[in-house]
């Protein structure tokens, strides 16, 4: 089974791979280079980016996977945003999963630079913050906030499960499932 994942980010890669390993056995996972917007902010975004990251991916692979993370709206957050990966599975009859990792606030200043277009990325900041550089390809900032208890592998791996759900269960999701390129368009 081939699982062609939208990014070349090798945190990305590792929670796939071993996401997909625990449940499917033998797998390669094959990384491409894909193109989509920076830093998503909102929900509709973030899934967005999600899904346009699977797309792209596959055409590699029996599985197409998109890991998108983005700033999304919170009530009664300290900033008003939390951070939150979306993982979007897409297979070749254009049927796709959707999965969630848990969500944390980044610092207050990571967000106002943000939304105030001072920063494409929040590892833009993080990395002023930590001193790490490359901070998104290894731990992440939530390793840096949590002082390494949760890294980013964990919450690409909470997304990836999340949305291999139904697939390691067809029985219990036998409902119609929500076709790629519908999802898009709503979008």
């Known amino acids: 089974m081939i699982i062609a994942v939208g990014s070349t980010n090798e945190v990305k890669l590792k929670a796939v791979e071993r996401c997909f390993r625990k449940f499917f056995g033998e ?20 899934l967005r980016g999600a899904l346009l990251r699977a797309k792209e991916a596959l055409g590699g692979g029996d599985y197409g996977v998109g890991i998108e993370a983005g700033l999304i709206k919170m009530p009664h957050s300290i900033s008003g945003y939390v951070d ?11 049927q796709v999963t959707l999965g969630f990792s848990m969500a944390f606030e980044f610092p207050i200043r990571v967000v106002k ?10 590892e833009e900041v993080m990395e002023e913050i930590s001193g ?24 690409c791996e909470q997304a990836v499960v999340s949305a291999l759900i139904p697939r390691i269960n067809p029985s ?16």
């Not at 219990?172 to 979008?187: G, I, K, N």
Request: aromatic share 6%.
């Open 132 to 155: 790490v550089e490359r901070i998104g390809d290894r731990y992440g900032a939530i390793g840096y906030l949590t002082r390494r208890l949760v890294d980013r592998v964990n919450l």
């Open 113 to 122: 630079r943000i939304l105030g277009g001072e920063a494409e990325e929040a």
């Open 84 to 94: 939150q990966h979306i993982c979007a599975i897409a297979d070749r009859g254009g």
């Open 172 to 187: 219990l999701y036998q409902a119609r499932w929500p076709r790629l390129d519908e999802v898009l368009r709503e979008l």
């Open 27 to 46: 797998v390669v996972v094959e990384g491409i280079s894909v193109k989509v917007p920076p830093q998503p902010i909102g929900f509709r975004e973030t």
